[in-house]
């Protein structure tokens, strides 16, 4: 649809554009990225036709640009860009009908029926339908941007410009403005470049990027590819870390202050409070954390955590919004706070530490056995109704932990327990085999992130021995502490 060729430009013969080339196809949105000045608005220009360039080439539909007439490139490209002056107080509809002005013939032109149409369907499409006798100097900025998006749809083009489009919009009217323009694509096959200074927005929308360092091609590739931690933090001279998305499967940008973290070492950190209705741990500074927790499982940062006893018929439809109205009940801040529920007596627990050169390790562990299973034999089970009985480990580290290092962390956690419950010689009720654990345990890793750097926590690693170790030996003593409590030693 678009072919670019070693493409130069730049203003008063200062070159700003350097052989860049990239080809968009049909229905393809191609998003452009760069830092202030790296030449993202002066590609948009020329490719619209309102900027020459020093030397390359540019077709369009296989023609070259400079051979297409004003009404004709108008018909074929339309452009959105960041503003509009607004000096006239069209309603709605009349702004929208503007786009159509490409198609009019003669000095006294007619509104045909394919007209009205075009508007009509801009305007459903871009959710304006119950706007469009408004006049657009009473619109929200959101609104507005819509309307242009509007008109320039209604010019049905087969190529949309858009020179960051979503600059002065809330993080709902972004969605929105893009939401409906992907609908159209999909729908008419329109092919859109835009230019972003959203990096994420970017990944979200883009079949592929162009990443443009000083007027040069950096990258062109698909956002997992273009959105790489190493080629963004030289291209924006700024530390930038990728990560992925939670729902869908596109790169998640983030950014990190220059400012120095906490250095404190994990004991000193952490106070701990026992009483018979809840195991709490208070740290100074937020702990970045993964968990399988009722409250902010899965990766997190926390200064709270809690280890609530329930009764053992504890029945709720929502543990979660039950831990929450207890967590403001007893003022913690539930945004903050790592939620864990057990039936076992927390008298029982069992907590060891641990102290190496290169890190500190703090375990707690909670058991209650009354639901033990062996997962390699638990599809014969009939899972009946069973008192709840859990084993809740947590663990402190004093360390920089990568994410692969969170996860065998957590790996090497539940062979020790598995190990501690096959010793005790637990019996899964059912099958009457050894048991490996209980149908609800759960697990937390807590790190600093300060400190030595722990890019992997398996089982002989040093981090993953003393895991292995701490783990093994509080689970053992306090399934130990439960058994001897329930007359089974
Ligand atoms: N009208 C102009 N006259 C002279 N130089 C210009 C003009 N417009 C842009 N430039 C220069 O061309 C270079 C590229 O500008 P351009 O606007 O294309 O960058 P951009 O990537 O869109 O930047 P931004 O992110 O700030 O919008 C910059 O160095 C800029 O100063």
Redesign the pocket.
Known sequence: MIKVENLSA???Q?E?IHQVSFEVGKGEIFGIL??????????LKILSGQFPSFSGSVSIKGKPLDDYKIKELAQTVAVLSQHYDISFSYTVKETVKLGRYAYQKGLFPTWTIEDELAVQKAIDMTGLTNLENEKIDLLSGGERQRVFLARALAQEPDILLLD?PTNHLDISHQMRLFDSLYKWVQEKQLTVVA?F?DLNMAGLYCNRLLL?DK?SVKSINEPQNVLEEESLSSVYQTKIIKKQHPVVPTPLITLTPAMEWNEASVFPMLKTVQTEEAIIVEAEKPLKTLSSAVLNSGFNWSKYFINRHVDKHYNCDDPEQDMKMYLEKIGYNSAYTVGMMTAAKLNDASMKRVQTEQFSLFVIVTAGMSNAVDVSKAYLRTDLVRTPGTINTWIFIDGKLSDAAFVQAMMTATEAKVKAVAENQILDPETNTIASGTSTDSLLIAATQTGSFIEYAGTITQIGKAIGQMVFEATFEAIKRYKERNGSI
């Not at 760069?34 to 993202?40: I, L, M, R």
């Open positions: 730049g203003y008063q200062k700003v760069g830092p202030n000045g790296s030449g993202k608005s002066t590609i960051e230019v200074h443009l007027g």
